[in-house]
């Protein structure tokens, strides 16, 4: 039995949309005639969710809080003791979203079938990363589902909470130079040339500062268009060299040896691999298959192909630390703790640690860069101010001088 997403018409011709089940589209059609319903369209769930990815009509993926909380809550129905399928059909009816109630019935229509829950979710890589479906898989193997479906909740809530926490910490920042920009734009643009205007006519020599933002509130008035095209070439012109994979690796090996910007993406990288790493080993999952999943989850590509190349060394059997130790790009503090975990027979935990560790110095380090940056832009903003200020007074002060 399948989920077929249909439209039709009712007896006064109103639209209507919804989802049933059925064997084929046929019974689906034949279900909604007995309700005095006239199928215009019916396509199964999951077909249809190819469709809308192939048009780019919707999202290529849930949100995280969304699918934290669909993991979450099919966790407690199957502690509860419900079948699979149920505990899919109850939480389906849970969702309000109904691109979500699609995504959940294709799959429990998959399972219905006779494939286990990874299976299912294999149909949808899109919205369940490989990270999820082989931490799922290894759930159903080892007989613990409830106990993997909640950590895997707390992994993609943990994310979630990692990915907001640099959005709130850039957002205050940009905002603040997007302002600043637009208010010394507007003043050169609509205000210097009113109150310079007056000097230029006068005849006098006026003082370079003057002239300079003369020329300058000119230039923005005149060439504002050839500014706005040029700074659109400048993006188009990056955006296609970051296309390429060589140009996009040696601009990420730059971001890495830069003071601020490097420690913070190295600081992210880190602790999603050792997250990532820790709860697909601690659910069973071999350690081979564990970092090369663990290496998708990674932005950064120097970082990425340094957990590839570790692990090729560990099936060769190098351990797991030394084998990230060669690559000189991880901090030395996971390192150590990743090794110490090997020793101890304690990874699992230490690469908790490690990923808690580097998340913890990542937000010590926004908290000071932002802490350090907003007087900087307030000093430049006040700078910018003041020459402006300054150009205008010198030609006052010089008149006033000779009239004495």
């Not at 780019?56 to 129905?77: E, W």
């Not at 509860?80 to 149920?86: F, Q, R, S, T, Y």
Request: a positive charge; proline letters at 3%.
């Amino acid at each position: 039995m399948g989920a077929y997403q249909y439209v039709a018409l009712d007896e006064v011709g109103k639209e209507c949309k919804g989802i049933l089940e059925g064997e084929t589209p046929k019974a689906v059609r034949q279900a909604l005639r007995e309700r005095k319903l006239f199928p215009v369209e019916v396509v199964e769930t999951r077909t249809k969710e190819n469709i809308t990815h192939q048009k780019f009509v919707v999202r290529k993926s849930v949100s995280a809080l969304d699918l934290a909380l669909f993991t979450r809550q099919l966790a407690t129905l199957v502690r509860a003791g419900l079948p699979l399928d149920e505990a899919l059909q109850a939480v389906s009816e849970q969702s309000e979203k109904v691109r979500i109630k699609n995504i959940i019935l294709g799959v429990r229509a998959k399972v219905l079938s006779g494939h286990t829950l990874a299976a299912s979710l294999d149909d949808f890589r899109k919205i369940f990363p490989a990270v999820y479906r082989a931490t799922v898989a290894a759930g159903e193997q080892s007989g613990r589902l409830d106990t993997i479906l909640d950590r895997l909740a707390e992994y993609t809530e943990s994310r979630h909470s990692l990915r907001q926490k640099i959005n709130h910490a850039l957002i205050y920042p940009v905002v603040l130079t997007g302002l600043s920009l637009t208010i010394i734009v507007l003043m050169l643009v609509y205000v210097v040339p009113k109150v310079v205007g007056v000097f230029q006519t006068s005849g006098q020599s006026l003082p370079i500062l003057t002239r300079s933002l003369i020329w300058f509130s000119d230039f923005l008035q005149h060439w504002w268009l050839g500014i706005l095209g040029a700074l659109g070439i400048l993006v188009f012109t990056i955006r296609r060299s970051l296309a390429n994979e060589g140009t996009k690796k040696r601009a990420h090996r730059w971001i890495l040896k830069m003071p601020v910007i490097g420690k913070v993406s190295r600081g992210l990288n880190t602790a999603r691999f050792t997250r990532t790493f820790s709860i697909l080993n601690s659910s069973g999952v071999p350690v081979l298959e564990s970092l090369r999943i663990s290496a998708s989850v990674v932005s950064n590509l120097p970082m990425r192909d340094a957990v590839e190349k570790a692990a090729m060394r560990v099936r060769e059997g190098s351990a797991i630390g030394h084998a990230l130790n060669k690559s000189g790009v991880f901090p030395a503090m996971s390192i150590h703790l990743i090794s110490s975990g090997e020793a101890s027979g304690e990874l699992d935990s230490m690469l908790e640690r490690a990923a808690t560790h580097q998340e913890k110095e990542m937000d010590s380090t926004l908290t000071t860069m932002l802490n350090l940056l907003e007087p900087i832009l307030i000093i430049f903003m006040g700078l910018i101010v003041l020459a402006i200020v300054m150009a205008v007074l010198l030609p006052i002060f010089q008149i006033n001088q000779l009239i004495l």
